[in-house]
């Protein structure tokens, strides 16, 4: 046997706030891809606004783009961190506001000095309460999960592009 450790970066692009991605295919490739039989997979999402979630890919649980009524997560994400409650972190320095509190890790002010700086307190306070990582087992090659089990990816913000890693780590059989 042979330890071994491969990595590889998922792109995603995502729909909207509290768009939930089913990644399970996905990883589950990187898996069978590294020729790992027994390890651990680790998913980790790059941004401070997205998490990396395993439940259930159940339409009234994390909803469905079809689907337009309020499903159970933004439901309880919501009444936790509402997107219409006043956060510090919303009240950004720039032409529009020049007296604002927040004057740190903005983007480049554009010609008329205004900050295009999401609203985002919201999603950084529910973020809190998901993980940005998980850690799941390998045996005999294949994802161990049990019969629900899904691995998603949770945009929190809003449309955006978002990278997660996925790091395979174990032994071979060679």
């Not at 996905?26 to 020729?35: D, L, Q, R, T």
């Not at 401070?48 to 339409?59: A, H, L, M, P």
């Amino acid at each position: 046997m042979t330890y071994k450790a491969v990595t590889k970066k998922l792109s995603l692009k995502t729909k909207k706030r509290l768009h939930f991605i089913n990644i399970t295919k996905k990883v589950e490739e990187v898996i069978h891809e590294s020729g790992i039989t027994t390890g651990s997979v680790v998913v980790q999402t790059h941004h401070t606004t997205c998490s990396v979630w395993v439940n259930e890919d159940e339409k009234n649980l994390i909803g469905h783009e079809e689907l337009d009524y309020e499903h159970d997560l933004k439901r309880i994400l919501d009444r936790f961190a509402h997107p219409d409650e006043e956060y510090g972190h919303n009240d950004i320095k720039d032409a529009r506001n020049p007296e604002g509190k927040r004057d740190t890790h903005l983007c480049e002010p554009d010609e008329n000095g205004i900050c295009h700086e999401c609203v985002n307190g919201h999603a950084h306070a529910q973020a809190m309460i998901l993980q940005h990582s998980i850690t799941m087992v390998i045996n005999k090659g294949k994802l161990v999960k049990g019969k629900w089990q899904q691995i998603m990816a949770c945009e929190l913000d809003q449309s955006r592009n978002r990278e997660i890693t996925v790091l395979v780590q174990g032994t071979t059989e060679e």
